[in-house]
């Protein structure tokens, strides 16, 4: 369900109802007079749900974390809010770019419309940038030629599934974050999907190599053996942003996971 459809649609109904009421119906009836049904259950939320669609759309937007191809840095079932207009302003549904103010840059977190099915959200790190030439062979992430600093960190510790998996710092960018990298799972990439620009990457039994081409952006998890992401699917078109992911406002089981990330 494209929930921004559904409320931009609530919001011009309800819009429609408080003309209606403002500058029609309210002069026809008696001050002592109930509003109608309509007003009470239609034009009073118009106000609400214009704040509401202005909030969603141009400044914060909620999402929850479904899957775990961002653990360590985002769980399963963490409440994140998303910066709607650090990569610009776009307009709602269409999601088409008017103003242009950042661009993403390595290491962001960013939220985006999966490429293959626009209608569901995607969240990944941002690797590549257009132009750049993305290796990630034998589990290691070259950017241009030059080795991505990683350092072992203490082993993760799954608390659903109760085992550890290998750790590691990694910088991108000026972005410092923890990545799981598991040492007994094959470093080639299976299950392609045929994608635009497919040409540019090049699959062999040690990995990925990719070309980013123009207005498009290479994704990946930081659950490296366990995300679906730009090795699998391809790249990400700038059209496709929604925004960036900054904080984490509410994990059901976890209170202390409330706040800023990297």
């Known amino acids: 369900m494209n929930f921004a459809l559904v409320l931009f649609l609530l919001l011009v109904a309800t819009a ?30 118009f106000p609400v749900i214009l704040i509401v669609f202005g909030l969603r759309s141009f400044i914060v937007e909620p999402f929850k974390i479904p899957s775990g191809s961002m653990i360590p840095t985002l769980l ?20 088409k770019k008017i103003v242009s103010i950042n661009e993403p840059a390595r290491g962001d977190v960013m939220v985006f419309r999966y490429p293959a099915d626009p209608s569901m ?48 710092s990694e910088q991108l960018g000026k972005v410092e974050h923890s990545v799981l990298i ?16 497919r040409e540019n990457c090049t699959y062999t039994t040690a990995g990925v190599s990719c070309t980013v081409p123009p207005g498009h ?18 790249f990400v078109p700038d059209t496709n942003i929604v925004g ?19």
């Open 121 to 168: 959200d995607y969240i990944k790190r941002v690797v590549g940038l257009p132009g750049d030439r993305v290796e990630y062979l034998d589990k290691r992430l070259r950017i241009n030629g030059q080795p991505v600093q990683m350092a072992p960190q203490d082993d993760y510790l799954h608390p659903d599934r109760l085992y550890y998996s290998p750790r590691f």
């Open 76 to 95: 399963v079932g963490d409440f994140i809010l998303v910066n709607k207009w650090t990569y610009g302003i776009r307009l709602p549904v269409i999601n």
């Open 182 to 197: 598991e040492r007994d799972v094959p470093a080639f990439v299976p299950q392609v999907l045929d994608y635009p620009f």
């Open 217 to 234: 952006y290479f994704v990946m998890g930081d659950n490296r053996d366990s995300s679906s992401d730009s090795r699998v699917w391809g």
């Open 16 to 45: 429609i109802l408080w003309v209606i009421d403002r500058f029609f119906a309210r002069k026809r009836r008696s001050a002592e007079a109930p509003a109608p049904w309509w007003v009470e259950y239609g034009a009073s939320f």
């Open 244 to 262: 960036r992911a900054f904080f984490i406002w509410f994990n059901f089981n976890d209170m202390q996971r409330i706040g800023g990330f990297h």
